[in-house]
């Protein structure tokens, strides 16, 4: 049997990750080991709940007011005893969160193969996302395996070196996530938005949290989101607000007082899933949100200043806001008031993937 430890510990790579596991449980030739870190406790928690997952190893790393070097260090030095003892064939990482890089290097130091899932991405701008885009690069150099979203993530690749042999084009596992999720009843339990008529009010649904966005640039997106629930009477701004206390001032200090605006705690997968499949538009900084709302026909408006998913903007099923007040009230204004503008995104098919994703890094895992 082939030996292998995914090991993650925020929400989006649990989200991602979740059905990978599951299929890796599922093939008799594999032993799947689950190991987090719990960088993110409590957002991490409710996603293992809804995939029905129990994790092996729990490093339970997190603590207030944690830094990336704290992040670092704690990982590190968490997985020593864990490697040790299971000995995995392979460890399974995404994308590029602090615990993703930490988890690498660990793996390399005791001289274990590792699988990076959902490689490739690339803003080519270190600060920007950070620390996300060198963790990302670093983790792509130190990684035996390379499982692309796309084929544009395999060319970044093969242009820094990477072999050829050693990049599988798989396609998304949000994609695999999402169509579970989504194909489960649902029924909201959050109040505000129970009470909310998706049938005769036009809903954006905002997400906001990047540290690069932190301070000026967020204070512009808030302020163009209040103006546009401001002029637009059959709009309604839901946004659950990141546990951060920075995020959480800013927001608080500039749409907290704002007409159909709701500001409500984070969702759990679930839920989340299901208020975009209600929404209008998406209004977000998150990468995950760039190849998930289009898979639901939902045009996504990114409030960043360039993005490592060109794909979805070369399909259109998303358009770059930047992090100006005025342009990204003028983007959202557009939407709200050209049916044909909106019609374009909404109608554009998704580049990231058929939900057969964790099928194919299966099939390859097992070519070990």
């Known amino acids: 049997m082939i030996k292998v430890m995914t090991v993650f510990g925020t929400r989006p790579e649990a989200i991602k990750m ?10 008799p030739s594999i032993q799947c080991v689950l190991c987090v870190t719990a960088q993110h406790r409590e957002m991490l928690d409710q996603v293992l709940e809804l995939f029905d997952l129990i994790p092996d190893y729990d490093l339970n790393i997190m603590k207030p007011n944690q830094t990336i070097g704290m992040i670092t260090s704690n990982v590190i030095l968490g997985l020593e005893e864990v ?3 299971v000995k995995p064939d392979i460890v399974l990482v995404h994308g590029d969160t602090t615990t993703t890089f930490a988890t690498a290097l660990a793996a390399f130091y005791h001289r274990v193969k590792v699988g990076h899932v959902e490689a490739g991405l690339r803003t080519y701008d270190k600060y920007s996302p950070f620390p996300e885009e060198v963790n990302r690069v670093l983790t792509g150099h130190i990684a035996d395996l390379h499982f692309a979203p796309t084929e544009r993530n395999r060319e970044n690749l093969l242009k820094e070196g990477i072999p050829d042999e050693k990049i599988i084009v798989t396609g998304n ?3 695999d996530a999402l169509l579970t999720v989504a194909e489960k009843p649902y029924e909201f ?11 005769k009010k036009r809903i954006i649904t905002v997400t906001c949290h990047r540290r690069e966005n932190l301070g000026e640039n967020m204070e512009h997106i808030f302020s163009a989101i209040r103006d546009i629930a401001r002029e637009f009477e059959d709009v309604e701004i839901v946004y659950p607000v990141h546990l951060n206390p920075k995020v959480r001032e800013i927001a608080d200090r500039i749409l907290g007082s704002g007409e159909r605006i709701h500001l409500i705690e984070p969702l759990t997968y679930q839920p989340f899933v299901n208020l975009m499949a209600k ?3 998406i209004v977000t900084d998150s990468g995950g949100m760039q190849e998930e709302a289009p898979s639901l026909g ?7 200043k360039e ?4 794909e979805a903007l070369e399909a259109g099923t998303v358009k770059l806001a930047g992090v100006e007040r005025d342009t990204i009230y003028g983007m959202i204004k557009t939407l709200l008031t050209e049916q044909e503008a909106y019609d374009e995104m909404a109608r554009s098919s998704n580049p990231y993937g058929d939900g057969a994703a964790c099928d194919r890094i299966v099939k390859q895992l097992k070519q070990l």
């Open 83 to 85: 490697l040790e003892e």
């Open 189 to 199: 339990e959050d109040e505000t938005l129970k009470a909310l008529d998706f049938e």
């Open 279 to 281: 929404s209008y538009l």
């Open 298 to 304: 939902k045009p996504v408006l990114v409030v960043r």
């Open 18 to 27: 979740a059905p990978l596991v599951l299929a890796l449980k599922k093939e």
């Open 173 to 175: 596992t949000v994609i």
């Open 307 to 310: 993005t490592e998913r060109p």
